[in-house]
């Protein structure tokens, strides 16, 4: 009984000096390669890091990365500029043949990579909003370069597809049923938010390198979306805000410079840094270059239609175009670099520059009968191609021809550049008669399907006309 | 909720308290208490029917841990109380109990009894038990089946061994993790099917160890540095009577492995030595360079083509004499192991130990110098007080190795090199570009400076202390700590790779710690009341895991001899680094009961938490009961079928649960993009997941007859998981394809498991031994509401084993294009999964092994033989393209030669069809061991206690009709299994 007792004591003793749940007996910290997502948004550093993090998604999301399933090389394929070397590949002939089946898989990767850039996008700016401890100013700067980015994707959506799910927040258990949105409605967000970001964002890049966003970055393509929307004058004069920074901005004349790592042209670039691993160049350069030696890994040529539509002397065709004798084959050389492990980084994936300002601009002037300064515009263009000045071989030029020299002239600058050459043919009209000797094309066909898959998961979703 | 949660306060609280309680009081109480008895010494005399001295026999006194062992002559000595019970027990023979009743001398015959069934204990767990009064299902290997074979893992020597325990190897580099499945998969989610392990009562992760290297396929097993000589026994638990206990950890079953302890009498020094070659038991049957241009030559012709540089090199560009066999070259060396073992034990009536080390050391079969090492050491401490109360166990097991593997072997490609293609190195040893260059290929080679080095250390320690506070009840602790930490460096000079690309000397490292400690306080019970005995254990775990991993990598290093040297590296990259801590409690009872040795009754239960589950989930309840009825200690059996010495019905049912889904998963976080510098989310966040549920169900019958001559085992069990933790799909809209949620998803997996061992032929001089076992498992996906919408739509199907292959339905060839041919199923003019409605199971439909031991005077011979039947598949490659392609080609069956591009998707449609399934079926020579005894008297004279020498063959002959390489991973036409090992060496104990 001596012991019962002092077991008794014991455990009423323990019981006092311990006190503890076994709540706390199974709950751990945070792990260091994680950050809670309030944790994120309570201090400067992590907001920005987060910031930092979608631009290197950029690079990994196939629609932005310049790879197999990105606008550049997919929409390249639908529109008269690119074709694919190995016509075995279905998924990738189905863009050139436009016959895209609402099953492709290169389809569904732009689809399902954009929108993730989107709930990056809007996990960001509600991780933001719901913050009280950041800077009250970066705290704007940085909603204004995620909502950029936010813009800048629904763009390349609405333009694609024409309806999509406008998603604005992070919450799965609504967005899963969400039924496509009106163009109109996209493109008001699109506005909204690009208006936020060239009004609040600093003239500086944020991180000194071309690839944050700046209010530049902004005003540069919004006058691409106003040029869409046929908002002449707002195009015209937020092409001219860039143009006039010259301080930051200048069209350079050696054309092999152009896409050199924050060239002085470049208003935005994404850096292949995002890849991590050990680094290499950009995808543009590794899609489009057939290095001699590899051939056989190369997979798209440029079509000749594009090389034969530049004139001898033109500087372009020299600097930008290259040829594989082995596979008899142009291609697009405005990356020198196909693959390299070299660091710093030389070339960074274009996606707004300078040059496209100049041509939004003589377009928008153009249409806003202003035919002189819009010749002058288009000439800053040919003077560097080393062609004649327009104002000098054509004064007289009448609006019509202008307006189809602007197209061709975009052609030869932007192509291989972000699906430039297949939306600029939407946009013109131009598009049936582009492909009117093709058997299969259809007027359906200037949007791409959505992904079969998406529909099967989500019931409210309509497919396009045409698929 | 909360209330539960302080119960298992209350719970945990009480049993901590009582044992610091009574260990303080064990310390005076060992001191001061006299002993109760008069002490004597008993000695005497142990043979078998024949008179012939048995040595080696265990004496223990009864119900205490004292014990000795008898002589070379047979002969013991004891001290015992005057009034105790002397118990004789020694493997192959009957146990006997005898009264001390103040004799001093006892000296007696021992009947043999081979199987040793009611004998030997079996490791449970948390409990022992034996197999006559097991109610549940545990198989064990002993050391005598482990320490002589030549493998890194002990896992390896499992192999054909155990029924209902799968084990593939991970390939022949040293140190690759082989898969175990313990009666088949349980989870949809491959990393969700790792058994437990338990190694001393302490866990270790099961889960390989990550690396960048060769072996990243199956990662780096976990159980490498243990030395295999050192291991006593393994227990595998299966049913859900002996894996309950462990709860949400025993889904998967449970691997106990124990180590050697020391001897309770005298001191001993054991030595053994081992050595020999290690090669490729098989190559793929290719072609020569004649026959392989000629179907070359054929392709083109057929294709209407003229061949040139670009599309046949190696007709028009290459020598079209040349000949070399690309798999002599690539792994057709031989490979060296040996193995250094040195074991010190001794001890006295209270206390024990043992001290060993080892050395072992394997090459590679590939060209280069490659080499593993490992060096182990192990200390084992068994100590109790005079008055039996109190007792302390403690184990040491420290391993380190060392890893060199080639850094960049491209295997998979090499041995299909085209028979005539250009050497790989130039004459000064660099690597030939320039010829390939011409091909426009890169020189396969592309890498082969590279090098990896990984180092490990692996530090297991546990300590058990109890104390019998009262006559059946005991209060005990187990400790444990462990640790393994990883580093590895990857050197991947510029001379590696093409010049034309600029490579520089770069650097990859990866380095891992995984740490852990539990406590794992318990009360035990034992009492009797009349023919009814009841044992009870109450207990608690307390367990943290802390790891880290990591990694960078540095590049731009001014020469090669500076590579792995941060400080020389011009810019270091993608530095990475991760640390995760898991934290495990949980408290568990057991309580057996029989009455009359004949009706038995076993609860087991477990209320774990883990901090892997959301906080509204941490905690759940698993238990089981297991019951036995030995059927022949009923009179009315026993006259009935006097032969029958055993007979025993089992069955048991629970539950038990599988937390293998990853730390953090419920958090809502962000983690660091491959880019510098960047945050973002990698998934959607779902805070309410928990785990997979399992419930098994088995029932077993056990007969033993003509005095155990022969024992005969047989089980039925099912198992099926639930509650299936699954990535639950969304529309990408969301931002992510899916979210980790529970689906009311189950796997099921049902099998038959026969064990049969047999005494063919006992006598003085010759015995012979059989055992033999063979698993019949069946694997269902039994329901997944939804699949098709999910991930999982084109892998698995319901109502199908998980492990299939959906296929193509093949009609033959084409006779108009000659290309192979299939079923258009939904007639859309396209091949895509939908058309792939042929299920082609993969699960093995049977195996087992069949075990036969002969001894002849101090000879004896062992060997195994292992056997499978399961599909295979072997691919023919696609005859044109420029691969080397298996000689089993012929016009007949095969379509026409051709380079074309539809030729190539025919052939490709046809790797995911039925067209090259064939049988994977193997009976495999997997051990034989030759050995041999010297003389006990004449070795005697000199000093030594025993010597015996061994010759061990691994892997040395196999039966099958599968073409590839090894049919043991019968999808993988030209995978390096298991390799061929033969060693010899010898043991000598002093």
Redesign the interface.
């Known amino acids: 009984m001596k012991i019962n007792k002092s077991i008794i004591r014991t455990f009423i003793l323990l019981l006092l000096s311990f006190h503890f749940s076994c709540e706390d007996v199974v709950s751990i910290d945070a792990p260091t390669d994680k950050l809670v997502r309030a944790e994120v948004f309570s201090n400067d550093e992590t907001a920005i890091s987060a910031m930092d993090g979608i631009y290197n998604e950029l690079h990994q999301a196939e629609f932005s990365s310049g790879s197999r399933s990105s606008v550049t090389v997919l929409a390249g394929l639908s529109s008269d500029n690119v074709q694919y070397l190995n016509s075995g590949n279905i998924t990738m002939m189905e863009f050139q043949d436009h016959e895209i089946a609402p099953t492709n898989s290169g389809n569904l990767e732009l689809w399902t990579s954009a929108y993730n850039i989107i709930y990056l996008c809007n996990s960001y700016i509600e991780g933001l909003t719901n913050s009280t401890s950041i800077d009250a100013e970066l705290q704007q700067q940085l909603e204004g370069e995620a909502r950029f980015v936010r813009a800048f994707t629904y763009f390349y959506l609405v333009n694609l597809y024409e309806i999509v799910p406008l998603i604005l927040d992070t919450d799965y258990r609504v967005n899963a049923l969400k039924p496509q949105a009106e163009k109109e409605e996209i493109y008001t967000q699109i506005e909204n938010d690009l208006q936020f970001s060239s009004e609040i964002l600093n003239t500086s890049y944020r991180n000194s390198e071309k690839t944050s966003v700046n209010k530049f970055v902004a005003k540069a393509f919004l006058a691409r979306v106003y040029l869409f929307l046929g908002d002449w004058q707002e195009a015209e004069r937020l092409s001219t805000e860039v143009i006039q920074e010259s301080a930051s901005y200048e069209i350079l004349e050696n054309l092999d410079d152009v896409f050199l790592a924050n060239s002085r042209e470049a208003i935005w670039q994404i850096s292949p840094i995002g890849g991590g691993g050990i680094v290499s160049h950009t995808n543009d350069g590794s899609m489009f270059v057939i290095d001699p030696f590899f051939s056989f890994f190369s997979t798209l040529k440029l079509d000749e239609s594009l090389v034969e539509e530049f004139s001898e002397n033109d500087l372009r065709r020299e600097k930008w175009i290259g040829y594989n004798t082995s596979l008899n084959a142009f291609f697009s050389h405005k990356y020198k670099i196909s693959s390299s492990t070299q660091f710093p980084i030389q070339e960074y994936s274009m996606v707004l520059r300078l040059a496209e300002q100049y041509l939004i601009r003589a377009e928008a002037r153009l249409k806003m009968n202003e035919i002189d300064a819009a010749v002058e515009d288009l000439d800053v263009i040919r003077r560097r191609a080393d062609l004649p000045l327009l104002a000098e071989i054509n004064p007289g030029i009448s609006g019509e021809a202008l307006l189809e020299e602007i197209y061709i002239q975009r052609r030869k600058e932007l192509f291989t550049e972000w699906g430039h050459r297949w939306f600029d043919l939407k946009r013109s009209g131009n598009i049936d008669t582009a492909f009117h000797s093709n058997p299969t094309w259809e007027m359906t066909d200037s949007f791409y399907p959505i992904p079969s898959e998406e529909i099967s998961k989500n019931p409210n979703l309509i497919q396009n006309d045409g698929y | 909720m909360k209330n539960n949660?302080?119960r298992?306060?209350w719970v945990?609280?009480?049993i901590?308290?009582?044992i610091?309680?009574f260990l303080s009081k064990s310390a005076t109480a060992a001191t001061t208490s006299p002993p109760l008895f008069q002490q004597q010494v008993v000695s005497g005399l142990v043979t078998d029917q024949n008179g012939i001295p048995i040595p080696g026999v265990t004496v223990t006194v009864k119900n205490t841990k004292r014990g000795t062992v008898t002589n070379l002559d047979g002969e013991y000595s004891i001290t015992a109380p005057a009034n105790g019970t002397l118990v004789f027990s020694y493997i192959g023979y009957k146990t006997v109990e005898i009264q001390v009743d103040n004799n001093e001398e006892i000296s007696i015959q021992l009947e043999g009894d081979i199987s040793g069934l009611g004998e030997v204990k079996i490791n449970a767990g948390y409990y022992n038990t034996t197999k006559r009064e097991s109610t549940g299902n545990i198989s064990r290997v002993t050391a005598g089946e482990i320490e002589n074979q030549p493998i890194i893992s002990p896992l390896q020597a499992l192999q054909g061994r155990m029924a209902g325990v799968e084990i593939t190897s991970g390939g022949a580099n040293p140190g690759a993790a082989s898969t175990i499945r313990i009666r088949g998969i349980n989870s949809l989610r491959t990393e969700g099917n790792y058994p437990l392990y338990i190694i001393d009562g302490v866990p270790i992760s099961a889960e390989p160890v990550e690396t960048n290297s060769l072996l990243g396929t199956s990662g780096i097993d976990p159980l490498n540095n243990l030395n295999p000589s050192n291991i006593k026994s393994i227990e595998v638990l299966k049913d859900a009577d002996a894996t309950a206990i462990y709860g949400s950890r025993g889904a998967n079953g449970v691997v106990l492995i124990t180590t050697k302890t020391g001897a309770q009498a005298g001191t001993g020094l054991e030595m053994r030595i081992y050595t020999g070659l290690s090669s490729v038991p098989e190559r793929l049957d290719l072609l020569r360079t004649p026959r392989y241009l000629d179907i070359r030559k054929a392709a083109f012709e057929n294709d209407g083509v003229e061949p040139d540089q670009?599309n046949a090199y190696d007709l028009v560009l290459w020598d079209q004499e040349r000949y070399t066999d690309w798999q002599e070259y690539a792994f057709g060396r031989n490979a060296e192991v040996t193995n250094a073992n040195l074991t010190f034990s001794g001890g006295n009536d209270n206390t024990s130990f043992r001290l060993g080390g080892s050395w072992f050391s394997q090459g590679t079969v590939y060209p280069g110098d490659y080499q593993y090492r490992k060096l182990t050491g192990n200390m084992s401490l068994n100590h109790f007080s005079e008055d039996e109360k109190f007792n302390i166990t403690a184990s040491l097991n420290y391993g380190l190795d060392r890893n060199k593997i080639t850094g960049d072997l491209k295997l998979g490609t090499l041995n299909f090199l085209p028979p005539n293609a250009p050497a790989l190195l130039d004459s000064d040893g660099t690597l030939n570009w320039s010829e390939w260059?011409e091909a426009?290929?890169?020189n396969p080679f592309e890498g082969y400076f590279n090098s990896n080095v990984i180092g490990t250390n692996n530090l297991i320690t546990s300590t058990s202390i109890s104390y019998e506070i009262l006559p059946g009840f005991q209060i005990k602790s187990g400790f444990g700590y462990t640790r393994y930490d990883s580093d590895e460096l990857w050197t991947l000079p510029a001379r590696s790779y093409?010049p034309?690309?600029?490579?520089?000397n770069?650097s990859a490292h990866l380095s891992s710690v995984r740490e852990s400690w539990i406590i794992e306080p318990q009360l035990l019970y034992t009492i009797n009341f009349g023919k009814l005995e009841v044992n009870s254990i109450l207990g608690a775990t307390?367990q943290e895991n802390n790891s880290?991993r990591q990694s960078l990598?540095g590049?731009?290093y001014a020469s090669e001899s500076l590579i792995g040297n941060l400080a020389a590296a011009?810019?270091i990259?993608?530095a990475?680094?991760?640390?995760?801590?898991?934290?495990?409690?949980a408290v568990f009872a057991r309580i057996g009961m029989n009455w009359d040795k004949k009706y038995y009754l076993n609860l087991t239960g477990r209320r774990d938490?883990?901090?892997r589950f959301g906080?509204n989930n941490?905690?759940a309840n698993f238990g089981a009961i297991g019951t036995a009825w030995i059927f022949s200690e009923e009179d009315f059996f026993n006259n009935a079928f006097p032969f029958i010495s055993l007979g025993k019905l089992r069955a048991s049912y629970g539950s038990t649960g599988n937390d293998q889904i990853g730390?953090?998963g419920y958090?809502?976080?962000?983690?660091?993009?491959?880019?510098?510098?960047?945050?973002?989310?990698t998934a959607?966040a779902n805070p309410d997941y928990s785990w997979e549920v399992n419930k098994k169900l088995e029932v077993g019958l056990e007969l033993g007859f003509w005095k155990n001559r022969m024992n005969f085992g047989l089980s039925w069990y099912r198992s099926r998981s639930s509650n299936q933790l699954v990535g639950y799909?969304?529309?990408?809209?969301?931002?992510?394809?899916s979210?980790q949620a529970n689906l009311p998803a189950t796997v099921e997996n049902r099998g038959l498991e026969i064990e049969l061992n047999t005494l063919n032929f006992n006598n003085e001089n010759f015995s012979w031994q059989t055992s033999f076992n063979i698993s019949l498992p069946e694997n269902e996906l039994l329901r997944y509401p939804g699949i098709?919408?999910s991930s999982y739509a084109n892998t698995y199907r319901v109502g199908e084993p998980l492990n299939i292959s959906l296929n193509y339905d093949y009609t033959g060839i084409d006779p108009e294009t000659g290309y192979y041919s299939f079923t258009d199923v939904n007639e859309d003019a396209?091949l895509?999964f939908q058309d792939r409605t042929i299920v082609e199971d993969r699960t093995r439909e049977l195996f087992g092994g069949l075990n036969n031991n002969f001894t002849y005077r101090g000879f004896s011979l062992q060997f195994l033989w292992q056997f499978v039947k399961q599909n295979g598949k072997l691919i023919y490659y696609n005859a044109g393209r420029p691969q080397n392609i298996l000689s089993g080609y012929s016009s007949d069956g095969y379509q026409a030669p051709t380079q074309t591009?539809?030729g190539?998707?025919a052939f490709s449609n046809a790797i995911n069809s039925s067209r090259f399934v064939e049988d994977g079926s193997f009976f495999r020579l997997k051990t034989l061991t030759l050995s041999y005894d010297l003389p006990g008297k004449f070795l005697q004279t000199i000093g030594i206690e025993k010597f015996n020498l061994f010759l061990h063959g691994q892997n040395l002959w196999t039966i099958t009709s599968y073409g590839g390489m090894d049919p043991e991973n019968s999808y993988e036409g030209n995978f390096i299994g298991n390799l061929r090992t033969v060693t010899a060496g010898a043991q000598i104990n002093f």
């Open positions: 949660y302080s298992l306060k945990a609280l009480i901590l308290g009582g610091i309680f670009s260059a426009g290929l890169a093409n034309a690309g600029n490579p520089v770069r307390v880290s990598q590049t731009n011009q810019d990259l993608n990475r680094s991760s640390r995760i801590q898991y934290k495990y409690a938490g883990s901090s906080p941490r905690f730390d953090y958090l809502d976080a962000y983690e660091a993009t491959r880019g510098p510098g960047g945050l973002y989310p959607l799909t969304l529309p990408a809209i969301t931002g992510f394809g979210v098709e919408q396209r895509d591009y539809q190539s998707l």
